[in-house]
């Protein structure tokens, strides 16, 4: 949590201009056009994206949106929902988070080889149809194998969980790797304990294989778990942190 603090901190006080060249390259950043069962709304969680969005821009990376369908994509915690952190009305405001939100691409316009990392955020949106899109899977695997990075939190990582290498092997199998948990998903009104959705996180990502890294297995539930170039986390306040990881390893 410390840590979030200090970037938000941080994304307030530098500009761009100071740290644009310190990485440098391009990040993809996948989101779901949203489902619906019943009366869940599934979407992306617009903090668990802004915020990443925000640590990416300020240390000098071009960010593109993508999304099975392209177009605009909805979030939950919208800012006319909530009081969101600074951090994510900088990047609205500022940034252009809303303009790619509102255009995003379509896969087939996505070439892997422009990019140096892949992040998925949090909202079960991509649960329903990232999870299955192949072509955005195979978009993750290229990305993978050029030696970039793949990045997730919250429900974001069960999403990659069908990512498979061109050796056969799924991206996640024997690698450490975490992700909202079943533990809490249980608890979850909004999705009936996880029963609105086609899958659990955790369930998948055991299921292709992973090492999957519970709450008990960490010194703090918000810690960020980094394995062969794959940074994840449980949950919405990690989300920058994961972000900050990521950037770390490019550089």
Do not use: C
Request: aromatic content about 8%; glycine content about 12%.
């Amino acid at each position: 949590m410390e840590l979030v603090r200090a970037l938000l901190l941080l994304g307030m006080l530098v500009s761009p201009a100071v740290l644009a060249g310190q990485t440098g390259g391009k990040v993809l950043m996948i989101l779901s056009n949203g489902a619906s069962v019943g009366e869940f709304e599934a979407k992306n969680n617009l903090w668990e994206y802004a915020e990443p969005h925000h640590i990416f821009v300020m240390h000098g990376l071009i960010v593109d949106f993508v999304s099975p369908r392209g177009g605009r994509v909805s979030f939950s915690l919208d800012a006319d929902e909530t009081d969101p952190p600074g951090m994510v009305n900088y990047t609205i405001k500022y940034e252009g988070f809303r303009q790619k939100a509102d255009r995003t691409l379509e896969p087939g316009a996505i070439d892997a080889d422009d990019y140096r990392a892949v992040f998925i955020g949090g909202g079960t949106g991509t649960l329903f149809d990232v999870a299955e899109d192949q072509r955005l899977m195979s978009i993750i695997a290229r990305v993978y194998e050029n030696g970039g990075i793949v990045g997730g939190g919250g429900h974001g990582p069960g999403s990659f969980g069908n990512a498979k290498l061109s050796n056969g092997r799924y991206l996640v199998a024997g690698k450490r790797v975490t992700g909202f948990p079943n533990s809490t998903e249980q608890r979850s009104k909004w999705t009936k304990g996880g029963t609105l959705l086609p899958f659990r996180v955790e369930d998948r990502l055991r299921t292709r294989g992973a090492l999957f890294v519970s709450k008990e297995e960490l010194p703090d539930k918000h810690d960020v778990v980094i394995d062969s170039r794959i940074v994840t986390a449980m949950f919405l306040p990690s989300s920058a942190a994961v972000a900050q990881e990521m950037v770390n390893l490019m550089k």
